[in-house]
């Protein structure tokens, strides 16, 4: 009897020492020693970890990481868990800005600070008198200022992801939020056991009692005494590059830069690298089940999701246009010369990889920071032009389309090409083009190698005219083409289809008191027959569907002297479905 009174007692003591808080001071803060930032909104952190002569580190979790990219460098097997501890500190925490506040303070006594419609004064008060609570009544605007003291209540459960309705989104499964409304209020029990709820956007500040031991969520590890590295891919930092294009006396200097977002936590000399490319990351969105909060059900629904719910790639599906991972849509410009850039290769993270790390050197910039930084200027070659792009008349059955360019009609622009003088490539990124400090436009930039050419486009072109009409009627324009048999047949795909002759002109007319350089582009479908000017290029592109005729693009490149009016003819033959 004796012995199971004393075996019960050691128990009983067990429980007790691990029902003891942990001091602030024991929590290792794992600074961030390096980071590898995406333009969407994601990011690579490495964290140092320091255990203590036990063997035993707790660290703060620094963002969400994704399922199957958390990792750590330690050569001694280490058992790692995701715990809530009791964690005491010595001062008052108080937060004045937006938080994740039923996370952050469920299961706490607290003192909240809010703003209040007037109207609910008299509701308020009455509630705070039978609580026992004070309050602090101010003028701001016709809102009044209350604070008070009770029981804050943890976050339910988070909801389940649940089907899409099958006509929306193409009835793909997707994950809903996780309890959108309770992150966005906080609900506090008062001493008479009525309950308040307060929006995030009242509060002004959560005061908790001085000592008290805040229920804290750690990552502990066990099983090394030597320190070693963390890293994983976290959602909550970003990088937004941009250019500026100076043109003055027909050259133009180029500048490039950068803004950095910390959402994670604070940065203290951390390495930071900019990451271009296009990033197959499949479960980026998933979270993995070390971080703080991750519910089963969540976490399966969201890997189903990332497993069929979508054929995008990642960096399609996140954002798209110029704030995507489409790195912000990294699509390649096409070219518009054959340029050697053998010379100007780029660095890349292995042999045969696109995804490019630009190292920035050591940053500081604290959490919920944004701050700007240059990323260097040069001079560049341009050329000014006008730029004109005329859409194929023909649908993939060779069919006649009546607005091919959606209505818009002939749209010239004035455009500038050059060339990415920097030694590694310009990202998809917002270029501001000035010229001698006064801006002329603003447009996006394409993916461009170092040493290749870039074209943007600056403002539409209302001094040079351009027009383009084709026929489809088979009228004979030379001998060449009488022998081609207008009208034979064809079988494809199980489909019939008869040979159509087709015949375009363009007119372009420059109205300046000066030369103006044309690029004008145009896509067809079927085989060229004739053309009054030779292209300057003829590139067919590697089919993408299953089409009867072969898309062509061509380009014609010649000046226009002030005045100048210019027509050319362009004849093709395609396969027209019955």
């Known amino acids: 009897m004796k012995r199971a009174i004393t075996w019960w007692m050691v128990v009983f003591s067990a429980a007790a020492l691990a029902a003891e808080p942990v001091r602030e001071s024991e929590v290792d803060a794992a600074p961030v020693v390096s980071v590898g930032l995406f333009k969407n909104g994601f990011a690579l952190v490495t964290r140092r970890v320091t255990p203590n002569a036990d063997g035993i580190a707790w660290v703060r979790p620094a963002g969400q990481p994704s399922y199957g990219t958390f990792w750590y460098s330690s050569t001694d097997p280490l058992r790692i868990t995701s715990e809530v501890i009791r964690l005491r500190r010595e001062d008052a925490p108080k937060f004045s800005e937006w938080t994740e506040w039923a996370e952050t303070f469920g299961g ?16 308020l008060e009455a509630a705070a008198r039978s609580a026992g609570c004070r309050v602090r009544v101010c003028s701001y605007a016709e809102e009044t200022i209350f ?6 209540l943890p976050p339910a459960a988070e909801r389940r992801a649940q089907p899409r309705p099958s006509n929306q989104m193409w009835g793909a499964r997707y994950a809903s939020p996780i309890s959108v409304a309770e992150k966005e209020s906080l609900t506090l029990r008062l001493a008479s056991g009525s309950t308040v709820v307060i929006p995030s956007d009242n509060i002004v500040a959560v005061q908790t009692k001085e000592g008290e031991a805040i229920p804290t969520p750690v990552w502990k590890f066990e099983g090394s005494t030597r320190p070693f590295t963390i890293q994983y891919l976290t959602s909550g930092a970003m990088w937004t590059p941009s250019y500026r294009l100076d043109l003055s006396g027909g050259k133009g200097q180029l500048t490039m830069g950068t803004e950095l977002r910390n959402e994670i936590v604070d940065w ?5 690298s900019l990451i271009s490319g296009f990033p197959n990351i499949r479960y980026a969105d998933v979270p993995s089940l070390l971080g703080a909060g991750v519910k089963l059900n969540q976490y399966r629904d969201m890997v189903t999701y990332a497993e069929d719910g979508s054929s995008d790639p990642w960096s399609q599906r996140r954002r798209r246009g110029v704030m995507g991972q489409s790195v912000m849509l990294n699509s390649a410009g096409e070219s518009d010369f054959d340029v050697a850039t053998s010379g100007y290769a780029a660095t890349a993270i292995g042999s045969g990889s696109d995804i490019h790390y630009r190292s920035i050197g050591k940053v500081s910039l604290a959490q919920n920071s944004v701050c700007s930084i240059p990323l260097g200027s040069g001079e560049t070659e341009v ?13 993939q059955d060779g069919r006649f389309q009546s607005n091919p360019d959606g209505g818009k009609g002939a749209v010239l622009w004035d455009a500038v090409r050059f060339r990415n003088s920097f030694s590694f490539p310009m990202t998809t990124a917002p270029i501001e083009v000035t010229e001698n400090g006064r801006i002329l436009g603003q447009t996006r930039s394409d993916w461009t190698n170092p040493g290749d050419i870039a074209r943007v486009r600056i403002t539409h072109a209302l001094s040079v005219k ?10 004979t324009i030379s001998s060449k083409i009488a022998s081609l048999q207008q009208g034979e047949r064809f079988d494809f795909d199980h489909r019939h289809y008869r040979k159509e002759i087709v015949a375009g002109k363009f007119t372009v007319q420059n109205f300046r008191a000066e030369s103006a350089s044309l690029t004008i582009r145009k896509t067809i479908s079927g085989e060229i027959i004739e053309t009054s000017i030779q292209p300057t290029k003829n590139v067919t592109p590697p089919p993408t569907d299953n089409r009867v005729n ?18 050319f003819t362009l004849t093709y033959w395609l396969w027209v479905l019955i």
């Open 550 to 567: 072969l898309v062509r693009q061509l380009t014609w490149e010649f000046d226009l002297n002030p005045g100048e009016k210019r027509e």
């Open 268 to 272: 203290k000399e951390v390495e930071v």
């Open 466 to 475: 351009g027009s383009y009409a084709e026929t489809g009627d088979g009228k």
């Open 108 to 123: 706490r006594n607290a003192e909240v600070t809010f703003r209040a419609a007037a109207a609910l004064s008299a509701t």
């Open 383 to 395: 050329k000014r032009i006008v730029d004109w792009d005329v859409n194929d008349t023909r649908d």
């Open 147 to 152: 604070s008070l003291s009770g029981y804050v």
